[in-house]
């Protein structure tokens, strides 16, 4: 299969021109990243997305090495004096690797097996004799009796018979079209069974596994991820329930062309000997495989979908930020920073048992309050954290006369696996550990993506089995997400950290070093083409990652948008055509003076020397100069009071912030202790197949209190209101 081939079918796969195609591989294989590929080359792949350009990426990497494959193959094959022109025709027309590996296995050098032990003895000529079905008259024995040889081993017809088995055994085995064949029966009509190993003594989250099956078409990937777990603990046993007579029957009908044959009956031996010792296992693994693969790909979508929703939520910019990590023992931590994040001042308090310091911690925060002028309290939801909102809620309503103040619960997973990191000894070298993570807990409001990138993302807790899952994949997909989402946002060259810089589009985390390093050392940058002076920022690197770096406050305006400086004298044109001086008052006029169509839109496109998708995203950018994507988003809810877990009634209505979503509901912070589980069957009236598409982390809804469990500390809510 040639490069035009692969385009084909992969522009058949996703629906999309051969031109569209053959660009974005085209941009790839020169090196551009997704991002930029997405943002600035829309004229040549047609406007493609970030996604679809990921698909194709993907696709062309699986293709070409199943190329790569398919020679090695052919090469094994050939060296071994056996590549016939039909199978080498099968070979080169296949498109699936499972396929090519099925094409490969007769041929595939193999350990010591029962058959290749019986062909060492000389049996080979009798399993043909078996295979070909054409002795129709005469004893077995007989023709057995020739094969009997006491230094090979083969003492009686008996053992010359089950050695011939043995080869035609092995041979069915490795029939790629039988192999196909109950591959397929198993997937579509296979039971995946399972059952307790032991019984605990302990309840466990396994139970309802005890004595389960479901069709193996129809497993949901929550499911085989929960069974799989519950194997790796050595709490289950899972085994592939298919419909045995049927393949049998359906191999037999492949291979039984003569019923009247002397060897029918040893025929039908080997094949049920295949089926049984040899294909079954092996297609039971591949089935596993493939659940788990499936399962692993759709969490992992729903991990990144739930990733990059969170590290899009709105920065709550301008407002300075007290930030508690809450506990009891070790007390509560505290830190305020400023409108930049910027940390001004922390200290302790131990307002909860065993030390009981309320009055002394309240006056505390109230002193830090007041000597900064803090407009939010965000306070950690682990340990601790109704008690401290308690407090705070307390000490809010003894000043509301004097100060508006608010405070919210904040997500503060991954806080304390960012003040052990060497981000955080970097960031704050003078500071414990345990005073980092409070610091975090504040950023992630005043800020949520540019601290969030600091945290291995399996850290931030939107996941479900996530240690599960094939991890190295997880890795690269949930990168892909941090990528995009910074890219998206853009980043402030003379503000952001090496956690955030080492993201954008055609830098590593080497160069970001090397900008932070030039920053110290010459101060701000004051253009984009200052880039240019960092060492590492080659022609490559700057194309690739300066339409996504932002300069406030510089020597060109442009500098603070997503206009790319290959695009500046296009932009400066259309500046100059339409008489505009000022890019921050005349934006919204040029977009409203531009043609949309026709010849004179035809004309302006080619004095400018750009296409249209360009044009619209500069008159976007120029309407709307260094607008964060992000502020159109719905902010956080801030409270001034307590809701607990006890204050609850059914059919109360409250809002909400979704924290979590998976397959079977969305999880969702209500303002108590526990959150609350909206299931898939309560989120609309009508059918719902997948919860990402009624909400998204970070949304705020409104949903109706259906079931309150205070032992087990579970809330069951509705969407559903009226």
């Not at 090469?75 to 070979?91: R, V, Y």
């Amino acid at each position: 299969m040639n490069e035009v081939d692969m385009i084909s079918l992969i522009a058949d796969a996703f629906n999309l021109k051969h031109i569209q195609i053959s660009h974005t591989i085209e941009l790839l294989d020169e090196g551009n990243t997704v991002p930029f590929i997405a943002r600035y080359r829309k004229e040549k792949t047609g406007s493609l997305d970030e996604n679809q350009i990921r698909d194709i990426e993907d696709r062309i990497k699986y293709l070409r090495a199943l190329e790569d494959r398919k020679k090695t193959i052919l090469s094994s094959i050939e060296e071994q004096g056996k590549l016939t022109a039909e199978l080498k025709a099968k070979i080169e027309k296949t498109v699936r690797m499972q396929e090519l590996e099925d094409l490969y296995l007769p041929y595939k050098p193999k350990k010591r097996t029962r058959a290749t032990i019986a062909k060492e003895k000389g049996l080979q000529p009798l399993a043909e004799m078996i295979l070909k079905q054409d002795i129709t008259s005469g004893h077995i024995e007989e023709i057995a009796n020739d094969y009997i040889n006491g230094e090979k081993e083969v003492a009686d017809t008996t053992e010359a018979l089950q050695g011939a088995r043995d080869i035609v055994a092995e041979v069915i085995s490795d029939d790629a079209e039988i192999r196909k064949i109950i591959r397929k029966m198993t997937f579509e009509e296979g039971l995946l069974e399972t059952d307790v190993k032991a019984q605990p003594e302990d309840r466990t989250v396994y139970e309802m596994y005890y004595e389960f099956h479901e069709p193996i078409s129809s497993l949901p990937p929550h499911r085989i991820l929960a069974i799989n777990r519950g194997e790796t603990e050595g709490i289950l046993k899972v085994t592939i329930d298919a419909p045995v007579e049927k393949m049998i029957h359906a191999t037999e009908s492949q291979y039984i062309k003569n019923p009247q044959s002397l060897f029918t009956d040893h025929l039908k031996a080997a094949i049920k000997d295949a089926y049984n010792r040899l294909i079954a296992p092996s297609i039971a693994r591949e089935v596993r495989n493939a659940l788990t693969e499936k399962a692993d790909e759709h969490a992992i979508s729903v991990f990144a979908t739930n990733l990059k929703n969170l590290l899009l939520q709105p920065p709550v910019s301008g407002k300075i930020i007290m930030g508690i990590d809450p506990g009891f023992r070790t007390g509560c931590k505290v830190a305020v920073i400023d409108q930049t994040g910027k940390y001004l001042e922390g200290d302790t308090i131990y307002p909860h048992p065993p030390q009981n310091q309320y009055f002394e911690a309240k006056t505390t925060i109230r002193g830090l309050t007041e000597k900064y002028n803090v407009d939010i309290i965000a306070i950690g939801n682990g340990t601790a954290s109704r008690e401290t909102e308690q407090m705070v809620a307390e000490l809010i309503n003894e000043i509301k006369p004097e100060k508006k103040l608010a405070y919210i619960i904040v997500n503060e997973a991954g806080a304390s696996v960012y003040s052990a990191s060497k981000v955080a000894q970097q960031e704050f070298p003078d500071l414990e550990a345990s005073m980092r993570g409070n610091i975090s807990i504040a950023r992630r409001l005043l800020d949520p993506l540019a601290e969030l990138v600091k945290i291995d993302p399996k850290s931030i807790g939107v996941g479900l089995y996530q240690h599960d899952v094939n991890q190295k994949l997880l890795a690269q997909s949930l990168n892909q997400v941090v990528e995009s989402a910074v890219n998206m946002v853009g980043v402030d060259i003379n503000t952001a950290s090496p956690s955030l810089l080492k993201y954008v589009s055609g830098l590593t985390s080497r160069t970001a070093t090397a900008i932070i390093q030039y920053r110290d050392a010459v101060g701000r940058f004051s253009n984009r083409q200052e880039l240019k002076k960092v060492p590492g920022i080659g022609a490559m690197a700057f194309q690739q990652s300066a339409g996504f770096l932002r300069i406030t406050d510089g020597d060109n305006p442009l500098d603070n948008t997503a206009i790319h400086p290959e695009s500046y004298d296009a932009t400066e044109k259309l500046l100059q055509k339409f008489k505009i001086q000022d890019i921050h008052s005349g934006g919204q006029q040029l977009k409203m003076q531009l043609p949309q169509s026709g010849g004179t839109l035809n004309q302006l496109l080619q004095d400018l020397g750009i296409g249209k998708p360009t044009l619209d995203d500069i008159v976007e950018n120029l309407a709307k100069p260094g607008r964060d994507p992000r502020e159109a988003l719905p902010g956080p809810i801030l409270k001034s009071d307590v809701l607990k877990m006890e204050d609850l009634k059914e059919g109360m209505v409250l809002k909400g912030t979704v924290r979590n979503v998976v397959d079977f509901g969305a999880f969702v912070d209500i303002g108590v202790k526990q959150d609350g589980l909206v299931h898939i069957s309560k989120m609309a009236k009508k059918f719902v197949k997948n919860p990402l598409n009624i909400v998204a982390v970070g949304d705020v809804i409104e949903v109706k209190v259906t079931s309150i469990d205070l032992q087990r500390g579970r809330i069951g809510l509705s969407m559903i209101v009226e």
